[in-house]
């Protein structure tokens, strides 16, 4: 009989088939975290499918877990997938009972670096805009149409007091528009674009692979809007698109407009 599990994340060789209890976890996200209760010591596994099936017939596979001495066992799912909970008492006397649960991953604080550390969120070098006749503005904000009277007209209000051209009324966000040329034409006549991303705009069936390729630069990664996060929490964040919750933005449950205003304008008076 092989003997004890050593650490979390090895190869294991097994050969004879054994008893195990297993569960069944299903789609998980990564960074969420399975609390396994034992009644005893035992041997927890938590796998992927390919691993898992693997393990089930003698086979070698990858896992993170090892021999729990202590209940509860708290495991992060390091990757999204399908994932699997196995327990078993191999090298171990007697048996256990177990059960498990999901907790929620942590939640990303809002990214809130000041703004002069992105220079990318800043165009100086406008193109030609014949459409406007060659008028440009200082910032375009997007923004979902129920938004225009509680944070919107604010914000460009806010943004005209400190001498700065805003455009925001092009820019209103209905079903059936196209998201990506709305934001590619403010972005062509403005030098700082701004989208206001609340629950109305989440709402609206853009997906969250469109917004964050819009929010980032493809080829180069570069961030070139900011996100201003009104009225939605850091689960829904989260829920939408765990790749947006982790650029630099401002919320406005933790800042106020005449604050994300001034914070604007001074990037553009040093850029």
Request: charged share 20%; net charge neutral; no cysteine.
């Amino acid at each position: 009989m092989i003997g004890r599990l050593r650490s979390a994340d090895e190869i294991y060789h097994r050969g004879a088939s054994l008893n195990f209890l297993h569960h069944d976890l299903g789609q998980r996200k990564r960074g969420e975290v399975v609390e396994i209760t034992l009644s005893s010591g035992a041997n927890v596994r938590l796998m992927d499918s390919s691993n898992f099936s693997n393990y089930k017939n003698g086979r070698q596979h990858r896992y993170v877990g090892g021999l729990a001495t202590r209940s509860p066992q708290r495991l992060t799912i390091p990757s999204s997938g399908h994932w699997h909970v196995a327990i078993d008492m191999q090298g171990l006397r007697g048996s256990t009972r177990a059960s498990v649960r999901i907790l929620p991953a942590a939640l990303p604080e809002i990214r809130e670096a000041p703004l002069s550390e992105l220079p990318s969120l800043v165009r100086n070098d406008l193109p030609p805009d014949v459409d406007s006749g060659g008028q440009y503005h200082d910032v375009f904000i997007s923004h979902a149409s129920e938004d225009k009277d509680e944070i919107v007209r604010p914000l460009a209000s806010a943004l005209i007091s400190h001498g700065l051209n805003v455009w925001y009324d092009e820019f209103t966000l209905r079903i059936g528009d196209s998201l990506r040329q709305k934001i590619d034409r403010g972005l062509a006549s403005s030098r700082v674009g701004l989208v206001v991303l609340s629950h109305s705009f989440i709402t609206k069936g853009w997906t969250n692979y469109e917004l964050d390729g819009i929010v980032t630069r493809a080829v180069s990664g570069e961030q070139i809007l900011l996100p201003i996060w009104h009225n939605v929490t850091k689960q829904q964040v989260m829920d939408f698109s765990p790749s947006l919750a982790d650029k630099v933005a401002r919320s406005t449950a933790t800042h106020t407009v005449n604050e994300i205003a001034g914070e604007i304008a001074e990037l553009l008076r040093s850029t």
